[in-house]
């Protein structure tokens, strides 16, 4: 892709995890968190994009069909336990899930 | 096979202890208790055999061996040896571990057989440490030493225990990982010079390395030495920890622990690092010199009698310390004696104070005086054992004492009159002590019981231990002798580069700086000849 | 081509930005999905054709659409009738469909020009290559991939499986007591998950 | 895919179908024991089958994994980890009510995760062992659906996922960069050359290991994970994923080449010093024995790096034989907390006090085990610890030699301060027991003697390693 370096994909990836990680960081609700962190997981597949056309070769493709593999994995039991969570706590606030202090 | 017995004898019967600790508070107690005179008198066969033979006084050769290999891929062997030094010293740990339980029979009421079992764990640790000739196994044994202390302190201690294990465990632990440290730099720097890797002391003594690398590894040793002795600066854990102890802890620590870092010195830290130890042996004597008067002047300020004889351990320490760097045939057989006879008079100090602890529930130095008069035979005790702390003539610390000061006198006199000041400041404090518990008037109307059989037994054992060395100390400098004349053959040189180092200091009498034996060996043994001597030392074995 | 792709990159940022500092769980996940649409359109132009049909279907379609089930499972009762009609105000959904237009008119524009990669003289990967790699020397990656599934369905049944009264006195005690600490001001279900 | 090829990863076939036979089976028949014994003859078999696939020599199966005598033996630790943690998952379950059966089958599902790890040549496989771990993990941690199990799950799916995105992201940049996700040609191509981005995505790649690892300052999962799982996948994650981890970490970072990397060097030596004082320093402040021991993983986690970036044969035969050794160790203590704990708070502290009198074998154990941790000779630990100071000496990484030796003294005081607690007088309440079965304390008795052998006589296995489980 002539007109598209591949930093700017890649800078564009970076850009999309950095924002996701702040999303972690910064929301407190675990719904919003796993968000984030799909946005993260995003991302790298993007990266993965961007290097597999980069070298002209299916592999990032492949590693991008891994990830979303692995994404669906994770948001099903990350939900799961979400619905666990909220069953007992009745918020999904994370700091509210506290009870193990040193 | 001796050996390995030895320590394998220890541990079995620490064992043993535990496991019938629960048929019965006699069974832990009579189990060690035997098994340790068996061990005595076993030795003493063992002495008395070796006496006989032809080759005792000749040095470089070991009474016994054992060299098996144990971990091959690092060229560590289970290499221990015995010669006088190791026996006499694996004999004062046998006598101050029955001192240790004989004294614990009334006091250490709980947890018994965990308790002879800690004890008879650090016995065999400390017999390791005297027997071991591979480094690696050294610091195994070195390392093992600590978890029963930590544990005898921790769990059968006074009120503060917490705090003083903690300060012990930070000082040692950290010192004896530099250690470690130097062991493996000193591994090394050994195996990339010849190709053989290996924690031999046989193989690494004459090790060639720069001089400033010589100097760092000599004071990774040295550290951890100096905190077990302890050298004064590094010396605080030491009274903290012995307040805290239980009479045989304190017993152990200032009998066997502190006698450890001496050994280190004598056995590994000259020998291997003899120019460093040259070179720093200024420091390391100015170290002593300071530690017999400060520590003698700091016991004079206690009120606390632990804590008191505690501070008379760093002082007398302070004298092995100078013992040890002059390193001449004297002063270093005076060390050795120094070590016995401390060992012997300080553990029955402690043992003492801990029956009185035991029956007016006080240390304090205050509230004590006309003891003697309740307790006549403590009071004899007492009094004798703190005029051998004096160093009163006749009585195995004068001996020591005497020895040092003559050996150092040939290599510098000035710390040696400095030195010999502590004999005056002990005077002082040993009299105090006497003074204020046993003499004087029994103000507070004390009535305690005198010293029963069992603990006359230890007293008398004792006194007749102290008096023999003081009397008649000839078997164990003959004992010593070789073994002693076999270290200062690894380290030829040290007096020339103490003379190239300090020769302005020592212009005025350049016959004399020499000394007489050591000059003999000094020429003798030239360098190179070093590393053939080493072969035969460790091919000479039984 | 150039262009597109810095539009759809404009996109993606914008609508993450939206993703992260939306209050509400449902506006952020049509954020989400806006900012799926504008990646895999640059999966398209970057020539990874399979990898954007994947992206649209199942990342924007069938994990999306995961979360939007929880969130009305989380959002039962009257309270939530009432949030839905405060969800259908107009700002909420400007922004995601404005963004989404912007992706719909470039998506347009590459249909018209042709097959991707033509013009721009680079080889797309397409299909065929990527599955002939997947089931060639990735093969056991795809048996691995097939085991994390099924782990995620074990873990996934294990964990959302009804209570059947098998909670121990211990929990209901720790429940209780979490109860009491947040006193009355025990939140209602839907709030959970934030409102404007 | 040729026979021999077949045969190098016979393991992980093992563990495969053992894993589909457990849930066909459970699909008809559900029983607590029969689903242990078979997890429990699939580990075997799969151990069984090591010195089968070892015989096919060093030999890549096509690019993603790699069968050599550094991963089957890593797959033996593994296994025997996983053996001993599903024994104690039955003794743990017997007790309990609920479903059991699915535990078994994560934890194969882990353990084939884990040893895909070691067995990774390839960015891809890597990253599908490390999802396989993680996923059955968070299930399985999670597993009891108590409040705590539940929140402890949410916090290692949140942040393993995190440092997932983060070790994602730096494989696409080494990607971009060379080309090739293969370790082999990764290591070829990335010799010359360097560039920001390459660095920064080894840089990520490491972190995102370093997560799983728990290093400092990555670690704040750590105590809140060991506390609120069920003590027998405490157990697991302290040792079946760290040997995964670490084995793979090794493996890569050695071939690339972490060495020749100035800043990544750098990098790895303070994560290093900073794990292993965090640890060792916050375990001090601890008064819940999981919190302390998870404080104090940090720090032998801290340790083997040294060892990770000493260079030398001398360096992999010490990180292997610690893992080994910490394994055996890690699993024995936690194994104790599964037969000492009762129903209260998850390590607390008065389960363990008095324990020598109440149950003074088990209360052997554990005082083996945290000898071996401090590194007290005549355990595996103190062998352990001389091997990395070892080799830490040997490369003349003197500032991480230093910071080792400081900071196990450290760590040594407060293991002992445990084995008192051990030791003092039990409270007038008693805590009740927790489960007992014998073939836990089967189990911990063997663990304990494996304690000691490496510890007294460990030449036999020193040799095994020299012999097996070299990288070239």
């Known amino acids: 892709m002539a007109q598209v370096p591949m930093d700017y994909g890649l800078a564009l990836a970076a850009a999309l995890f950095v924002l996701g990680l702040a999303g972690v960081i910064v929301r407190r609700n675990v719904i919003f968190i796993l968000l984030s962190i799909e946005i993260m997981m995003n991302a790298s597949g993007l990266a993965f994009i961007v290097a597999g056309s980069r070298w002209r070769q299916p592999d990032g493709q492949l590693m991008f069909i891994f990830i979303l593999t692995m994404a669906a994995v994770e948001v099903s039991l990350g939900l799961a336990l979400v619905l666990r969570l909220y069953h007992r706590l009745k918020t999904l606030d994370i700091d509210r899930a506290d009870r193990m202090r040193g | ?108 009421r709980n947890r018994l057989g965990f308790f002879h079992f800690n004890l008879m764990w650090i016995l065999a640790a400390i017999a390791g440490v005297f027997l071991a000739l591979d480094l690696f196994l050294f610091y195994f044994f070195w390392e093992l030493m600590l978890v029963p202390l930590y544990f005898i302190i921790g769990i059968w201690g006074h009120e503060n225990r917490i705090y003083a294990t903690l300060k012990f465990f930070i000082f040692t632990q950290a010192s004896s990982l530099l250690m470690l440290a130097a062991i493996l730099g000193l591994y090394f720097i050994h195996g990339r010079s010849t190709g053989v890797y290996t924690f031999d002391y046989s193989g690494l003594l004459g090790t060639p390395m720069t001089s400033v690398t010589e100097m760092l590894l000599m004071l990774g040793f040295f550290i951890a030495f100096a905190v077990k002795l302890p050298v004064i600066a590094v010396h605080t854990w030491l009274p903290d920890a012995h307040t805290e102890a239980p009479t045989a802890g304190s017993v152990i620590l200032a009998g066997l622990v502190l006698k450890v870092g001496a050994y280190g010195m004598i056995r590994f830290l000259v020998p291997l690092f003899p120019r460093a130890t040259a070179s720093f042996s200024m420091i390391a004597m100015g170290l002593g010199v300071a530690g017999i008067i ?120 000035p710390l040696t009159v400095l030195a010999s000041l502590g004999f005056i400041v002990s005077t002082v404090y040993a009299l105090w002590l006497v003074q204020k518990t046993f003499l004087g008037e029994n103000s507070r109307g004390w009535k305690l019981p005198d010293y029963n059989l069992r603990e006359s037994g230890i007293m008398a054992a004792m006194i007749a231990a102290i008096v023999a060395l003081g009397i008649y100390p000839q078997p164990v400098l003959t004992t010593a002798k070789a073994a002693v004349e076999a270290l200062r053959a690894y380290a030829p040189r040290y007096h020339a580069v103490l003379k190239d180092d300090a020769g302005s200091r020592e212009s005025a009498s350049p016959g004399k700086a020499g000394g007489g034996a050591q000059t003999v060996a000094a020429k003798a043994g030239s360098r190179d000849r070093i590393p053939a001597e080493n072969r035969s030392t460790a091919s000479g074995g039984s | 081509m150039g262009a597109i792709f810095y539009i759809s990159a404009a996109v993606a940022v914008a609508a993450t930005v939206g993703v992260i500092t939306r209050y509400n769980a449902v506006h952020a996940l049509l954020y989400l999905i806006v900012s799926l649409l504008a990646i895999s359109l640059i999966f398209y132009i970057l020539g990874a054709p399979l990898a954007a049909a994947l992206e649209a279907i199942i990342y924007a379609g069938a994990i999306m659409v995961l979360f939007i089930f929880v969130i009305m499972i989380l959002n039962l009762g009257p309270q939530a009738v009432r949030r839905e009609r405060s969800w259908l105000k107009p700002r909420m959904w400007v922004g995601p469909a404005a963004l989404a237009l912007i992706l719909a008119g470039e998506l347009v524009y590459l249909l018209e020009s042709g097959p991707a990669g033509a013009q721009a003289g680079t080889a797309s990967v397409g299909p065929e290559p990527v599955g002939a790699t997947l089931f060639g020397p990735y093969l056991l990656g795809v048996e691995l991939a097939s085991l994390l599934l099924l782990a995620g369905l074990v873990g996934a049944f294990h964990l959302g499986r009804r209570e059947t009264g098998e909670e121990t006195a211990g929990e209901q005690e720790i429940q209780t007591g979490v109860a009491k600490a947040e006193g009355a001001a025990v939140e209602e279900p839907g709030a959970a998950l934030g409102g404007e | 895919m040729s026979g021999a090829d077949f045969v190098g990863i016979l393991p992980l076939a093992i563990l495969a179908a053992a894993a589909v036979l457990v849930i066909l089976v459970l699909s008809v028949y559900r029983s607590h024991l029969l689903t242990c014994i078979l997890t429990l003859l699939g580990l075997v078999a799969a151990a069984a089958s090591l010195p089968v696939a070892a015989s096919v020599g060093p030999r890549g199966v096509t690019i993603l994994l790699i069968s050599d005598g550094y991963a089957l033996f890593y797959t033996g630790i593994i296994l025997a980890a996983t053996f001993s943690v599903t024994v104690l998952s039955y003794v743990f379950l017997r007790s309990r009510p609920g479903r059991r059966e699915e535990l078994y089958l994560l934890l194969l599902l882990a353990a084939l995760g884990a040893a895909v790890l070691v067995f990774s040549s390839h960015f891809a496989s890597l990253f599908l062992g490390l999802e396989l771990l993680s996923s059955s993990l968070f299930v399985l941690i999670a597993y009891p659906r108590g409040i705590l199990n539940v929140e402890a799950g949410i916090k290692y799916l949140i942040l393993a996922s995190v440092s997932t995105a983060f070790l994602l992201f730096g494989m696409s940049l080494v990607y971009a960069q060379l080309g090739t996700m293969e370790f082999a040609r990764i290591a070829t191509a990335g010799r010359g050359a360097g560039g920001a981005i390459l660095i920064a995505g080894l840089g990520l790649l490491a972190v995102g290991l370093a997560f799983k690892l728990a290093l400092v300052p990555f670690h704040m999962w750590a105590p809140d994970i060991y506390q609120g799982a069920p003590a027998p996948v405490t157990a697991f994650v302290a040792s079946v994923s760290k040997v995964g981890a670490f084995g793979v970490l090794l493996r890569f970072f050695r071939l690339a080449g972490v060495q020749g990397h100035g800043h990544l060097f750098l990098v790895f030596t303070l994560i290093a010093i900073a794990s292993m004082f965090g640890g060792n320093l916050l375990a001090l402040l601890q008064g819940n024995v999981r919190r302390l021991l998870a404080y104090s993983s940090i720090s032998h986690l801290g340790y ?159 040799d095994m390693i020299q012999r097996n489980a070299l990288l070239k």
Do not use: C
Not at chain 2, 12 to 30: M, V
Not at chain 2, 82 to 101: E, K, N, P, R, Y
């Open chain 4, 304 to 462: 083997l790096l040294v060892a990770f970036l000493a260079s030398g044969a001398l360096a992999v035969t010490a990180v292997t034989f610690y893992l080994l050794a910490y394994t055996a160790t890690i699993v024995a203590a936690f194994g104790v907390a599964v037969l000492v704990e009762g129903n209260g708070a998850a390590g607390a502290i008065a389960d363990y006090r008095g324990l020598f009198w109440r149950r003074p074998w088990i209360a052997l154990v554990m005082a083996g085990a945290l000898f071996s941790l401090a590194g007290i000779p005549l355990t595996a630990g103190f062998i352990g610890k001389f091997y990395l100071i070892g080799a830490g000496a040997g490369s003349s990484l003197w500032l991480l030699v230093l910071a080792l030796v400081i900071s196990s003294g450290i760590g040594v005081y407060y293991y002992l301060r445990l084995i008192v607690i051990m030791y003092l007088r039990p409270q007038q309440t008693a805590p009740e027991a927790a489960s007992t079965h014998w073939s836990g304390s089967l189990i911990l008795g063997a663990l304990f003697l494996a304690i000691l052998w490496l510890g007294v006589y460990p030449a036999p296995w020193i």
């Open chain 2, 294 to 413: 400060y520590a003698a002047v700091l016991a004079f300020s206690q009120t606390d009698l632990k804590r008191m004889i505690a501070y008379t351990s760093i002082s007398h320490m302070g004298f092995v310390l100078l013992g040890i760097f002059a390193w001449n045939q004297l002063a270093l057989e005076g060390a050795i004696v120094i070590i016995l006879a401390h060992g012997i008079s300080t553990g029955a100090l402690f043992v003492i104070v801990g029956d009185i602890q035991g029956r007016a529930h006080t240390r304090d130095l205050d509230k004590m005086g006309g003891l003697w008069s309740i307790m006549p035979r403590m009071g004899g005790a007492g009094m004798l054992f703190a005029l051998a702390s004096l160093g009163l003539p006749g009585l195995g610390n004068f001996v020591g004492e005497f020895l040092v000061l003559l050996g150092a006198y040939q290599v510098n006199v």
């Open chain 2, 1 to 108: 096979m001796i050996l390995a017995g030895i320590i394998i004898w220890l541990v079995g019967a620490g064992l043993l202890a535990w496991l019938t600790s629960s048929r019965g508070d006699g069974w832990p107690r009579w189990i060690t208790l035997i098994a340790l005179i068996v061990q005595i008198a076993f030795l003493a066969g063992l002495w008395i055999g070796y006496a006989g033979r032809s080759d005792f006084t000749a040095p470089g050769r070991w009474l016994a061996e054992l060299d098996l290999p144990w971990i091959p891929a690092l060229g560590i062997r289970l290499h221990m040896a015995m010669d006088g030094i190791s026996l006499l010293f694996v004999l004062l740990t046998d006598f101050l571990g029955v001192v240790a339980v004989a004294a614990s029979w009334q006091g250490i």
